[in-house]
């Protein structure tokens, strides 16, 4: 069955980066884009940016252009999302998600969540 | 930026009741590219309507989609208790953005 499952908990100080890893299994991997999105508490989801697994190419969000960084390694099936210049206001779950069929901006199957917590 | 709100907030509802939660672009969503998800206390979303009116692989056609430009409905034809959830939209016709959710809870 398709499984996606992310790296664990962080806490990071202001100003720092955090980078959360989502590997993939039960599908091959470079069929399907990946997304990330987050939900910060009480608010909702914010789609962060996506990756084409098949060549590595991304689009962004423009809320998060410049400070957001996505990649793959194929041959782990396993794609990361780099959050740079963190401020108290990035905690929030992250997600990752893999694209249904062709409708690549839908998103069907989800990672766990990572927390990531900014605190000082 | 697409803003998307949804309305009630909250919808208080008994099972066998019918749910119908709305969704409002501002401006109007290319081609109905909204999409509905269902979402459990600690649970990752759940995919249940692509295209504004296609159900996803799986989902139970009490399940249904509607609307086009900027106005949307979700509709749950008949509550079952594992239907208490919430409820939110995304559009995916420019960028992507989501909406804050429509509670749906036991009356």
């Known amino acids: 069955q398709v499984q996606l499952v992310q790296s664990g908990a962080e806490v990071k100080k202001p100003g720092a980066s955090v980078k959360v890893s989502c590997k993939a299994s039960g599908y091959t991997f470079s069929n399907y884009v990946i997304h990330w999105v987050r939900q910060a508490p009480g608010q909702r989801f914010e789609w962060l940016g996506w990756?084409?697994?098949?060549?590595?190419?991304?689009k962004y969000s423009q809320s998060f252009q410049g400070r957001v960084t996505i990649t793959r390694d194929t041959s782990a099936s396993t794609t990361y999302m780099e959050l740079s210049s963190l401020r108290s206001e990035d905690t929030a779950v992250y997600y990752c998600?893999?694209?249904?069929?062709?409708?690549?901006?839908?998103?069907?199957?989800w990672g766990q969540g990572t927390l990531v917590t900014v605190s000082s | 930026e697409i803003v998307l709100t949804q309305s009630p907030g909250t919808l208080s509802l008994s099972p066998g009741e019918r749910a119908t939660l709305s969704c409002r672009a501002s401006?109007?969503?290319?081609?109905?590219?909204l999409a509905w998800y269902q979402q459990k206390p600690g649970q990752a979303p759940r995919l249940l309507i692509y295209?504004?009116?296609s159900g996803a692989t799986g989902v139970p056609d009490r399940f249904s989609g509607s609307g086009s430009g900027t106005d949307f409905t979700l509709t749950i034809s008949r509550l079952e208790p594992e239907d208490f959830a919430v409820y939110f939209c995304?559009?995916?016709?420019?960028?992507?953005?989501f909406g804050p959710g429509t509670k749906v809870d036991l009356k």
């Open positions: 990756i084409n697994t098949v060549n590595g190419n991304t």
């Open positions: 295209g504004a009116s």
């Open positions: 401006q109007s969503i290319g081609s109905s590219y």
């Open positions: 998600a893999r694209s249904y069929r062709a409708v690549a901006l839908v998103m069907v199957y």
């Open positions: 995304q559009q995916y016709g420019s960028s992507v953005t």
